[in-house]
């Protein structure tokens, strides 16, 4: 390959990550030892780990790259510390973390702990600990600045030089639409000792209206500017690939079938008891932009001519098509989010945008107007597709007209050298 020629200049990769989370690990754990996860980036929670060993373990074994969570944000949070994130090693077992254990002396000592279990677990990249901001004069945002500077020399201390330190940015979208906000949050990340800066807007995320979307991707230049590469954090679909294929993120996280969207709203509120998570949306369908209940999928399957359009037709993702898909939903979903992102890495940088605009959102715009004619023996699942279309039309219009703009500059590559060729674990799956 090396005497490839590109009219465009080489296609730099887009980074992808997956975030374990608190659940479906041990599905992870059972595509991995099939040769059947295709992402080679892996986030752990630090109030998993103990449950999840044997999934790290398996990771490291394959080669892959692994990122820790410290959950900071969620330990520091009157709304989030007192559920499954209490398990994190650095815990306040008395309460919320507050600035103060974050200082240079405290009982918890949650910097040290933090370098210790890094270097002890062999983890490639930590996401320093950061808190949720209500804006550049939130007191816990000097507070982070601080506490990252001198995680990075802890870490170097403890013998962990090599571990990459990255930036968790969480805010609410209204601030991270808002100039001032942002210039002045991104002035002062400007000299901060990290690898990258990962964005989680609360409010945003792959169900984004075409404005949102936008509003974000014009929103991430600044942070652009200052030459650090960003990651889209807990954003996943069209909304994703919009942002990548724009140049304003150099990489995206989410998780399988979730964490594709971040919402915040109850962080600051005491917990409910009763409060449920999840929505239980785990069927992706194929090239329309799409999470569904398994029990929706089966009334849409039902339709007439549904088959042929709602079937999985990649044969290495799911032989038997649909039914596959149900068996199977986290793999799917997995393995066609990896495709989506392949198909863009492989794309030059000049012509990225003109390629998501005019392959693939073009092809789920036609996909999914496709799907919305269909005689669906339920009307609630209808509407939501037929929103889901004009969603999808509207996007592509709003994006052109930004794409036309010519006013955007690309995020800084993502580096590569601490994990192994992704090639490795596409020979893999088959």
């Known amino acids: ?41 892996i986030v752990i929670d ?64 949650v910097l040290g702990a933090v370098a210790r279990f890094a270097v002890e677990h062999r983890f490639q990249r930590v996401l320093a600990p950061a808190h949720l901001l209500t804006g550049v ?36 979208a209204s601030v991270l639409n808002d100039p001032t906000e942002r210039k002045a949050l991104a002035t002062d990340l400007t000299n901060l000792p990290i690898d990258s800066i990962w964005v989680r807007a609360s409010g945003f995320g792959a169900d984004a209206t075409a404005a949102g979307v936008r509003k974000y ?12 590469p960003i990651i889209s954090d807990n954003v996943g679909g069209m909304a994703a690939l919009a942002v990548v ?46 999470l569904l209940k398994r029990t929706e999928a089966e009334v849409l399957i039902m339709a007439p001519h549904a ?12 032989p038997n098509g649909f039914e596959d898909t149900l068996k199977d939903p986290r793999g799917h979903y997995l393995r066609q989010r990896a495709a989506q992102c392949q198909e863009l890495s492989s794309i030059p940088d000049a012509v990225k945008a003109q390629h998501f605009l005019d392959k693939i959102l073009t092809e789920a715009d036609r996909k999914a107007r496709q799907i919305a004619k269909l005689r669906i023996n339920d009307e609630r699942l209808s509407a939501a597709l037929h929103k889901n279309l004009t969603r999808l039309d509207r996007l592509r219009a709003v994006l052109e007209d930004l794409h036309g703009t010519g006013l955007m500059g690309r995020s800084k590559v993502f580096p590569t050298a601490r994990v192994r060729s992704h090639s490795a674990h596409s020979r893999d799956r088959n």
């Open 1 to 41: 390959m090396d005497n490839v020629v590109y009219l465009h200049g080489q296609p730099e990769p887009i980074t992808q990550f997956l975030r374990v989370g608190f659940s479906g690990h041990r599905r992870l754990e059972q595509l991995l030892s099939a040769g059947q996860l295709p992402l080679a980036r």
């Open 46 to 109: 630090a109030a998993a780990f103990r449950r999840q060993t044997d999934l790290v373990g398996a990771i490291q074994a394959s080669g892959r790259e692994l990122t820790l969570d410290t959950n900071a944000a969620e330990l520091s949070s009157v709304g989030k510390f007192d559920g499954a994130v209490r398990e994190a090693p650095w815990a306040n077992p008395d309460g919320v973390l507050t600035p103060a254990h974050f200082g240079r002396s405290n009982d918890l000592d």
């Open 137 to 172: 004069k939130d007191r816990w945002f000097h507070v982070d600045l601080e506490a990252t500077r001198k995680l990075r020399t802890l870490l170097d201390m403890e013998g962990g030089k090599g571990i990459a330190l990255d930036y968790p940015l969480l805010l609410p």
């Open 217 to 228: 991707i014009a929103a991430l230049q600044d942070f652009v500017a200052i030459g650090q």
């Open 245 to 290: 294929a724009l140049g304003s993120a150099c990489g995206v996280a989410h998780g399988a079938a979730e964490k594709e969207r971040f919402d915040a709203s109850d962080w600051n509120r005491p917990r409910n008891s009763k409060q449920r998570g999840g929505g239980g949306y785990t069927v992706l369908l194929p090239g329309i932009d799409r």
């Open 307 to 318: 088959r042929r359009l709602v079937s999985c037709t990649d044969r290495t993702c799911c």
